[in-house]
Each structure stands twice: as structure tokens, then as C-alpha cells.
């Protein structure tokens, strides 16, 4: 008789997102009249860049023609598209990060759940608590996070490093040594940012004690603080202790057509072993390459019009995020994040928990936001609120909440 992985059992309830999708579902039966808008999950709204969909054409026609059809991609992903990634996100920033380094996938949240396969079972991760659940259920499959006690919804083997409002939302140094950490920034919900000189100090600490850093810079696009850093590569040493983890999806509106890359340097290594060359044999042993025309459309993002065209689409959701913040402000809420996100970090009012406050929300205006506890127990008393809905949508939803 098979058997099967039991680690899968170990996972509570279902993935965050889809137990908010049903609930809503639910409610929009019993209520068809109301109209709901939706500022929880991070999906865009504005549609792609014209110099994108002219790519995107471009391409498609090639693929009818016998002397421009592509098949199989390169392992990697296309040199074309690699380059431009290394020249246009990190030689520009100054970062020595070559475009054999980089490996083109379907999306950042692929890869933040398959990177963990590179590592051994009894690796110790850290995450940022509260934090994107992707990594921590990734783990939980590999069976490298313990037992899970539900009266304080932690796992046994999983070092978390509380984000608070008295640390500002930001991690502090791990008191047990991890093998593996789990950063995000900006962060992933609560919207914060970190400095340079304190992302330096995480990758001095992960070169000191021999960990891996799995940095996940799907939002760069959204800073706008100079003293920020767009790449973890931008501190001294970082090619030796870290991974980091781009997505096409939050700055030039892919989350429905998947494109990401993961850049894994060379100078990256256990013992002898390059962590490149076990993730380009992952890379080509399970997944056959990101379309033709979809790489194609990822290299528009780095042309002259490209560039223009989505520094506008980031600055309409920047206006979504501001509206946000100070609407819910104004309102009487504690409010962080919005600055250098497309997140907004709200205090849930009244003592009310993060589940009830979503349910007050629903009900009571009809707006869907995140509940702060689905990202972890330092989430519990909070919500998350996204800028990622249209400008009308945004105004209307704050309306509605200052109504309340």
C-alpha cells in the first residue's frame, strides 16, 4: 500500500488566501446586492504597459513562423532577458551580480517554495513573524519545522524573530543560530523597510554564523526612501551568505502572466559545494522555462518606454497606498507600512481579533482585507490592506470605512 507525505497533514486549515476567497464567496451569495471591493490580496488592477503588449504580440508572431519559433528555453531562462535583469536591477545599483547568476522561473512565489529543496531536512529555518506563509508551509512539507501547537500557532523547530510595534516591525537578531533565514523587504504584510546599514548587519551576522539568506525583494519597486536598499546585494558580502528572489508580478503587473528570477551568486557556497550549481540542477531537472513569448515581454519591462510606462503604474498604486494610510489615519486607526510598500499595517480597533475585524469589515462595509493573524501570531490584533485595487475602488473603500 502507498503512503503518503504525512507532513502535508500537519498544515492547519487551508492556504490564507483561500479561506478568505470562501468566506467572501459565501457572503457575496447570501448578500448578491452588495458590492464588494476587495483590498486584500496583493493582485494588481491596471493592465499591462503597451510596450509590454506590443512585445507580447511581437513574440506571439514570431511563434508562427518556422525560422523564429522557440521551443524548450534555456535552463536559466533566455540570455536576453537575464542580461538585461543583471544590468538593469543590480550593475546599475552597483552590485556584481553576473547574468549567469540569475535563473528566470515563473514567479517569485515558486521559487520562495522551492529554494528550501537545496537544503537538508534537519536545516533550522527563521522567519520574520508576522510573515508571508509560503515559507513557512514549504517547510512544513519538507518536514523541517517540528510539531505545531495550536493554542500558540507556532512550530516547535522554527526559530521566529517577532516584527512589533515596539521594533518598529522589524526583526532583531535570532537568539538561536538558524541555517536558513526567511527576510522580506519590504516586508511582506506589515510594509516595512529596512536600511541599508541594518540589512548590513544581517548579512555580517549570517556570515559569522554560517546561514543562508533567502531575501525576497519582490516589492523594491515601491521605495522611495533613499537609504533603502533595492537589493540585499548592496551590502559588502552578501554574495557569500545570500539568494535573492525577484518578481515581474508587483512592479509591472505579471501576477496573471508569472515571470520571476532567482540570483543565486557563484561566491555562494557550503563547503566546496556551489548552492548555483544544486539550484541549476533543481532548475533542470523540474522545470522546463518560463515561455518564450512571456521572457520576451519581461525584457520590454527594461526597455526606455517600458521603464516609463511602469514607473507610472507603481506611482498609481504609491497613490493608493498614501490614500490608505492617511484615509485610515484620518479615521482614527493605527496605521504603518505605505511608505515603501504597497501594504498597509492597521491595528484592528476595539480589541476586536484579526478574523472578527475582517468579518466587521465585510459586513459592515463590504471591503475584504487580510487578517493580520493569518501571517503568524505576532499578526493577531492587526490587518493588512493592499494598494493594489483601482483609485476609485480605494477612495470608495476608505469612505466607506471612515463611515463605520
Sequence with gaps: MYKINENFLKLPGSYLFSTIAKKVASYSKEH?????????????????????????????????????????????????LRSAIAKNDYQALGCDIQADEIFVSDGAKCDSGNIQ?????????????????????????????????????????????????????????????????????PNNPTGSA??????????????????????????????????????????????????????????????????????????????????????????????????????????????????????EQIAYYQKNASTILNGLKEAGYEVSGGVNSPYIWLKTPDGMSSWQFFDFLLENANVVGTPGSGFGPSGEGYFRLTAFGTYENTLAAIKRIKEL
Design 194 to 311: 529596512i536600511t541599508t546599514e541594518e540589512l548590513q548587519k544581517w548579512v555580517d551576522y549570517a556570515n559569522k554564523v554560517g546561514a543562508v539568506i533567502i531575501y525576497d525583494a519582490a516589492y523594491e519597486a515601491y521605495i522611495t526612501e533613499d537609504n533603502v536598499p533595492h537589493s540585499i546585494y548592496q551590502c559588502e558580502g552578501a554574495r557569500t551568505c545570500a539568494i535573492e528572489l525577484r518578481s515581474f508580478s508587483k512592479n509591472a503587473g505579471f501576477t496573471g502572466v508569472r515571470l520571476g528570477a532567482t540570483v543565486v551568486p557563484k561566491d555562494l557556497k557550503c563547503g566546496d559545494v556551489m548552492l548555483h550549481s544544486l539550484w541549476a540542477r533543481r532548475h533542470g531537472t523540474k522545470y522546463n522555462g518560463a515561455p518564450y513569448i512571456v521572457q520576451k515581454a519581461g525584457e520590454a519591462v527594461y526597455s526606455e518606454a517600458g521603464k516609463a510606462q511602469i514607473k
Design 32 to 80: 448578491p446586492d452588495k458590492e464588494i471591493i476587495r483590498l486584500g490580496i496583493g493582485d494588481v488592477t491596471q493592465p499591462l504597459a503597451p510596450a509590454i503588449i506590443d512585445a507580447l504580440h511581437k513574440a506571439v508572431d514570431e511563434m508562427a513562423h518556422a525560422e523564429t519559433f522557440h521551443g524548450y528555453a534555456p535552463d536559466l531562462g533566455y540570455e536576453f
Design 117 to 185: 529543496e537545496i537544503f537538508d531536512g534537519s536545516c533550522r529555518i527563521a522567519v520574520c513573524d508576522p510573515v508571508y506563509p509560503v515559507y513557512v508551509d514549504s517547510n512544513v512539507m519538507a518536514g523541517r519545522t517540528g510539531e505545531y501547537d495550536p493554542k500558540t500557532e507556532t512550530w516547535s523547530d522554527v526559530i521566529y524573530m517577532p516584527c512589533t510595534k515596539e521594533n518598529n516591525f522589524t526583526p532583531e537578531l535570532p537568539k538561536e543560530i538558524p541555517d536558513m533565514i526567511y527576510l522580506c523587504f
